[in-house]
């Protein structure tokens, strides 16, 4: 019993140094490199848009729908998938205003879906 418990503490150990190592804690949110060429998160990004616009469209609270330009930064998190946190830079349809939001949306490839949990207009961050 004993040897089991010390085998197990150092397996979690090695884990989470190698987890460390790899950039990230456990659980803890990784930077994606170079989102601007990563089809996967552009692709995610015009998701949000795409389920952002849908809603606008079946509520009556008028606001404008959005076209999507591109993610601009990208964290990932493994939880139970993928939690993606997306900043996205968008326009508004037809008028070309520029407006940026964050998302947050999480992907299980297993079962094949996607679930946008959250998609707010970005606040801008304060400065150095």
């Known amino acids: 019993m004993a040897n089991t418990s ?22 803890g949110r990784t930077e ?3 989102v601007k060429n990563n089809k ?12 952002y616009n849908s809603k606008q469209k079946h509520s009556a609270n008028g606001r404008k729908l959005l076209t999507f330009s591109q993610v601009v930064e990208a964290e990932k998190q493994v939880v139970s998938g993928i939690k993606y946190y997306l900043k996205i830079s968008t326009a508004v349809y037809g008028s070309g205003v520029p407006k940026n939001f964050d998302a947050v949306v999480v992907v ?11 998609f707010v207009p970005s606040t801008p961050s304060p400065t150095k």
């Open 6 to 27: 010390v085998f197990l503490l150092f397996l979690l150990f090695l884990v989470a140094t190698q987890a460390n190592a790899l950039g990230g804690i456990v659980g």
């Open 40 to 51: 996967e998160v552009q692709d995610l990004g015009k998701y949000c848009v795409e389920q």
């Open 108 to 118: 299980k490839p297993w079962v094949n879906s996607k679930e946008l949990l959250n």
């Open 32 to 34: 994606v490199k170079n």
